[in-house]
């Protein structure tokens, strides 16, 4: 009989859970001979308890004479019925594993990490201490476009697009030759599907045809910080901020495309990438936002809070971001106080990064409150001063900050992060707002029960492909039909053009394979400290590795269980 393939990790703080599990398990696969659930001891029994014996002879190895050798009609019916079984205990656990939802106010560990070892906290300031509203978004894409239009004599035409909310999601990729945004997983293949020529998606022949299949070569991935430079031609956008540019390159794309306009797409992406530059260079998203802070940043009370709970417990703090010192201040004053500057040990402004963490030639230069630079030489960095520019090599020289004993949170993986972990050995914490979103989608009945089922459907198609002739084949294509469907249903669950930031159909995503390279810890925003004490360690899961023995056969490859297809008479009942 046919093993259940469920998310079974849901499973594991509910005894009623553990229960029916464990009776439809020996269910399954006591008449099966593959294993014996001790149904009789508590349920955190032991894995030898759990896993009685296993057969020898994989399931793509079985002898011939142990196959089904019956009437086309009885193999359909056969087949039909275990899917129907499956079918009706994975609904049956639903409720069950329903319960379990994932509070979007975790911290989650790609490596141990105990809080108790950190003595100095350091920070970003933009989408780390402070969190903008969509409006700011609307604002760089309606500058930018303007940018564009008045300055690098685009279309008049393009004013007639406006900024599209929730269109595209970060860590895309943009072929910056092809005028190309997609979604591409940890194995470098294109998600199909999820590539786009300005607002329209490019069909999957075509784009197979581009790239002569889905995979995209190292050598035209983009460099170590995301960026399209030195023969790269690909561009990752992981930027918050690059949402707008993004939106822009899109829409800039879908008007020549309607226009007949003949273009070259370097010329696009560099013209909108500087457009996008300017609204920052110039000052001109600092000005509105210092204009008007309550319409574009979100309060920070529980930024506040985090800060007011770090400094009681005596930890040291700095502040290294790209803004400059007004943007700030003015933030700062509005999101903590006008004594902000109390709480932090070292701020640096206008850092340059990703640059600040290696090139050494920049010294640090101090600036008054009223932006005037001062040119005396840095012998130490005081608290309650302005520092500018700088390096981290000089930065740990005169702090002696250095190793673990420093968090850094920032929300560009590369930018902030990436450095940092590989060469500095301090410790880091991505800030992920999307991931409050995501969670709370996985926590709606509509996702457990698609995953669930989906899930339960793979293990199936694994474990019947063995079955070669027609009328199986017909059974399993159906199947392989409706997996499909699902597959793009919890896509566009997410996001209806890419889907999850963290997810392709099932493998991670190229943003997800670089957020547990170089994040030890990750969260949806600071405030998620304040539900753990100071002297926390965070554990990070044990996923098996393929080849590993699991705890739980949820995490067997199904092609490694060994689950014989009884041979029966068309007079015999199939089980």
């Given at each position: 009989m046919q093993t259940l393939f469920l998310p079974l990790s849901n499973l594991l703080r509910n005894q009623e859970g553990f229960k029916r599990l464990f009776t439809h398990?020996?269910?399954?696969?006591?008449?099966?001979?593959?294993?014996?659930?001790?149904?009789?001891?508590?349920?955190?029994?032991?894995?030898?308890?759990?896993?009685?014996?296993?057969?020898?002879?994989?399931?793509?190895?079985?002898?011939?004479?142990?196959?089904?050798?019956?009437?086309?009609?009885?193999?359909?019916?056969?087949?039909?019925?275990?899917?129907?079984?499956?079918?009706?205990?994975?609904?049956?656990?639903?409720?069950?594993?329903?319960?379990?939802?994932?509070?979007?106010?975790?911290?989650?560990?790609?490596?141990?990490?105990?809080?108790?070892?950190?003595?100095?906290?350091?920070?970003?300031?933009?989408?780390?201490?402070?969190?903008?509203?969509?409006?700011?978004?609307?604002?760089?894409?309606?500058?930018?476009?303007?940018?564009?239009?008045?300055?690098?004599?685009?279309?008049?035409?393009?004013?007639?697009?406006?900024?599209?909310?929730?269109?595209?999601?970060?860590?895309?990729?943009?072929?910056?030759?092809?005028?190309?945004?997609?979604?591409?997983?940890?194995?470098?293949?294109?998600?199909?599907?999820?590539?786009?020529?300005?607002?329209?998606?490019?069909?999957e022949k075509e784009v197979i045809a581009m790239y002569e299949g889905s995979h995209v070569p190292l050598e035209i991935m983009s460099d170590f910080y995301g960026k399209s430079s030195h023969g790269h031609t690909m561009k990752q956008f992981m930027d918050i901020f690059s949402l707008p540019e993004m939106t822009l390159l899109l829409c800039v794309n879908d008007y020549f495309m309607k226009h007949n306009i003949d273009y070259e797409p370097v010329h696009l992406y560099k013209d909108v990438k500087e457009a996008i530059g300017d609204v920052h260079v110039r000052g001109i998203m600092y000005r509105a936002v210092e204009a008007d802070n309550e319409k574009y940043i979100c309060y920070g009370e529980q930024t506040h809070a985090v800060l007011r709970k770090l400094s009681k417990n005596g930890k040291k703090m700095f502040l290294i971001t790209n803004s400059p010192f007004d943007f700030v201040n003015r933030g700062m004053n509005y999101i903590v106080g006008k004594d902000w500057r109390d709480l932090f040990d070292v701020v640096i402004v206008q850092a340059d990064k990703p640059g600040f963490f290696n090139d050494r030639r920049k010294p640090f230069r101090r600036v008054t409150d009223k932006g005037v630079l001062l040119w005396d030489r840095i012998h130490h960095l005081e608290k309650g001063q302005i520092y500018k520019q700088g390096n981290l090599y000089e930065f740990l020289r005169l702090t002696g900050w250095r190793g673990s004993k420093v968090l850094y949170f920032g929300d560009h993986i590369y930018s902030d992060l990436a450095d940092l972990t590989l060469k500095h050995g301090w410790r880091t914490g991505a800030i992920i707002p999307?991931?409050?979103?995501?969670?709370?989608?996985?926590?709606?009945?509509?996702?457990?029960?698609?995953?669930?089922?989906?899930?339960?459907?793979?293990?199936?198609?694994?474990?019947?492909?063995?079955?070669?002739?027609?009328?199986?084949?017909?059974?399993?294509?159906?199947?392989?039909?409706?997996?499909?469907?699902?597959?793009?249903?919890?896509?566009?669950?997410?996001?209806?053009?890419?889907?999850?930031?963290?997810?392709?159909?099932?493998?991670?995503?190229?943003?997800?394979?670089?957020?547990?390279?170089?994040?030890?810890?990750?969260?949806?925003?600071?405030?998620?400290?304040?539900?753990?004490?100071?002297?926390?360690?965070?554990?990070?899961?044990?996923?098996?590795?393929?080849?590993?023995?699991?705890?739980?056969?949820?995490?067997?490859?199904?092609?490694?269980?060994?689950?014989?297809?009884?041979?029966?008479?068309?007079?015999?009942?199939?089980?």
């Amino acid at each position: 009989m046919q093993t259940l393939f469920l998310p079974l990790s849901n499973l594991l703080r509910n005894q009623e859970g553990f229960k029916r599990l464990f009776t439809h398990l020996k269910c399954l696969h006591t008449r099966s001979g593959i294993w014996t659930v001790n149904t009789t001891s508590t349920p955190w029994v032991s894995r030898s308890a759990l896993v009685s014996r296993r057969r020898e002879v994989p399931v793509g190895q079985l002898p011939a004479g142990n196959m089904c050798t019956s009437s086309s009609v009885d193999k359909t019916s056969w087949l039909w019925s275990v899917y129907n079984e499956t079918k009706q205990h994975t609904q049956d656990l639903i409720p069950v594993i329903s319960k379990n939802f994932v509070n979007p106010d975790t911290i989650f560990a790609n490596n141990q990490m105990s809080l108790q070892d950190i003595e100095i906290y350091g920070f970003d300031y933009d989408y780390t201490l402070a969190f903008y509203s969509s409006h700011l978004h609307t604002l760089i894409f309606n500058i930018a476009r303007d940018i564009l239009i008045n300055e690098h004599r685009y279309p008049e035409g393009l004013r007639e697009y406006d900024y599209i909310p929730n269109f595209v999601i970060r860590g895309l990729h943009y072929d910056v030759q092809k005028a190309l945004l997609m979604k591409i997983d940890a194995f470098h293949y294109i998600q199909l599907g999820t590539v786009y020529r300005g607002l329209n998606p490019v069909p999957e022949k075509e784009v197979i045809a581009m790239y002569e299949g889905s995979h995209v070569p190292l050598e035209i991935m983009s460099d170590f910080y995301g960026k399209s430079s030195h023969g790269h031609t690909m561009k990752q956008f992981m930027d918050i901020f690059s949402l707008p540019e993004m939106t822009l390159l899109l829409c800039v794309n879908d008007y020549f495309m309607k226009h007949n306009i003949d273009y070259e797409p370097v010329h696009l992406y560099k013209d909108v990438k500087e457009a996008i530059g300017d609204v920052h260079v110039r000052g001109i998203m600092y000005r509105a936002v210092e204009a008007d802070n309550e319409k574009y940043i979100c309060y920070g009370e529980q930024t506040h809070a985090v800060l007011r709970k770090l400094s009681k417990n005596g930890k040291k703090m700095f502040l290294i971001t790209n803004s400059p010192f007004d943007f700030v201040n003015r933030g700062m004053n509005y999101i903590v106080g006008k004594d902000w500057r109390d709480l932090f040990d070292v701020v640096i402004v206008q850092a340059d990064k990703p640059g600040f963490f290696n090139d050494r030639r920049k010294p640090f230069r101090r600036v008054t409150d009223k932006g005037v630079l001062l040119w005396d030489r840095i012998h130490h960095l005081e608290k309650g001063q302005i520092y500018k520019q700088g390096n981290l090599y000089e930065f740990l020289r005169l702090t002696g900050w250095r190793g673990s004993k420093v968090l850094y949170f920032g929300d560009h993986i590369y930018s902030d992060l990436a450095d940092l972990t590989l060469k500095h050995g301090w410790r880091t914490g991505a800030i992920i707002p999307e991931l409050r979103k995501e969670i709370k989608i996985m926590n709606t009945e509509e996702y457990v029960h698609t995953m669930t089922w989906l899930q339960a459907l793979t293990g199936l198609l694994e474990q019947m492909q063995v079955h070669q002739d027609p009328a199986s084949q017909t059974v399993i294509q159906q199947w392989i039909n409706e997996r499909e469907e699902m597959r793009l249903r919890t896509k566009d669950i997410f996001n209806a053009q890419f889907g999850s930031l963290f997810r392709t159909y099932h493998n991670p995503t190229y943003f997800t394979r670089r957020l547990s390279r170089f994040a030890d810890i990750y969260m949806a925003s600071l405030s998620c400290l304040l539900n753990y004490d100071l002297q926390h360690t965070f554990y990070p899961r044990r996923t098996p590795l393929q080849h590993e023995s699991p705890i739980w056969p949820e995490q067997t490859s199904t092609g490694a269980m060994n689950i014989p297809f009884r041979s029966h008479s068309t007079t015999t009942r199939p089980e």
